[in-house]
């Protein structure tokens, strides 16, 4: 298998293709080595347009998905980013290539290992990785960017409540078969602007609170 190829192949029909045309995204997405996050048995089909295995029963999201996260976010090398999920931690590299500094939570102790180890693996010094409820954060750290790797049925305020004025937001609201990417920036104190991205179907967060079930 022509690894480079590949890679390439990945970002022109998947990730070029789905409307990322931002060269800084394209260009950390070239450079950081999608294989080395992805369970050893899976890293010759990690540039498959799939969804990919990961340890706990969790999973690696499509390249595709990652790249209009990031055109999204477009962190600037002094911004801070948050990460709500960590995975594999692929995400994160490519945040950390980005911005100055990123915090990622990650709900599944084996999971965080494990994108600790892809971290260190790859030489990616400027992310740290907490074992923690991304549904019970309730500090008051301010981020310029955050990512929500999970969707949520219903929306919670808590993580635009985390933003600096400015900062942006990549979260998926909703239920599957109709789930919204949004971002959301904050533009004021007490005001945000939410903008409708594309449609999309991607597993809740852990814990995240779920509409009641209507009962006749």
Request: aromatic residues 8%; negative net charge; proline residues 6%.
């Given at each position: 298998?022509?690894?480079?190829?590949?890679?390439?192949?990945?970002?022109?029909q998947q990730v070029h293709a789905w409307d990322v045309f931002d060269e800084r995204v394209l260009s950390t997405m070239r450079t950081v080595r999608r294989e080395q996050f992805a369970p050893t048995p899976f890293s010759q089909v990690a540039f498959a347009d799939a969804s990919i295995p990961l340890p706990g029963g969790q999973s690696m999201l499509p390249a595709?998905?990652?790249?209009?996260?990031?055109?999204?976010?477009?962190?600037?090398?002094?911004?801070?980013?948050?990460?709500?999920?960590?995975?594999?931690?692929?995400?994160?590299?490519?945040?950390?290539?980005?911005?100055?500094?990123?915090?990622?939570?990650?709900?599944?102790?084996?999971?965080?290992?494990?994108?600790?180890?892809?971290?260190?693996?790859?030489?990616?010094?400027?992310?740290?990785?907490?074992?923690?409820?991304?549904?019970?954060?309730?500090?008051?750290?301010?981020?310029?960017?955050?990512?929500?790797?999970?969707?949520?049925?219903?929306?919670?305020?808590?993580?635009?409540?985390?933003?600096?004025?400015?900062?942006?937001?990549?979260?998926?609201?909703?239920?599957?078969?109709?789930?919204?990417?949004?971002?959301?920036?904050?533009?004021?104190?007490?005001?945000?602007?939410?903008?409708?991205?594309?449609?999309?179907?991607?597993?809740?967060?852990?814990?995240?609170?779920?509409?009641?079930?209507?009962?006749?």
């Amino acid at each position: 298998m022509n690894i480079e190829l590949a890679r390439q192949q990945m970002i022109e029909q998947q990730v070029h293709a789905w409307d990322v045309f931002d060269e800084r995204v394209l260009s950390t997405m070239r450079t950081v080595r999608r294989e080395q996050f992805a369970p050893t048995p899976f890293s010759q089909v990690a540039f498959a347009d799939a969804s990919i295995p990961l340890p706990g029963g969790q999973s690696m999201l499509p390249a595709k998905i990652h790249g209009r996260i990031l055109q999204a976010l477009l962190p600037n090398p002094a911004d801070v980013a948050l990460e709500i999920g960590t995975g594999s931690g692929y995400l994160s590299a490519c945040l950390g290539q980005l911005a100055a500094r990123v915090r990622t939570v990650e709900i599944l102790p084996e999971l965080a290992e494990f994108a600790r180890r892809n971290l260190f693996d790859a030489a990616i010094n400027n992310v740290s990785v907490e074992v923690a409820d991304g549904m019970q954060l309730t500090e008051q750290s301010t981020y310029d960017v955050i990512a929500v790797t999970g969707s949520l049925p219903l929306y919670d305020e808590r993580f635009q409540q985390a933003l600096r004025i400015g900062g942006r937001l990549f979260v998926v609201v909703g239920q599957a078969p109709v789930m919204e990417a949004w971002k959301v920036t904050r533009v004021g104190e007490r005001e945000w602007l939410r903008e409708g991205l594309f449609e999309t179907v991607i597993a809740p967060l852990m814990n995240a609170p779920r509409p009641s079930e209507f009962v006749f």
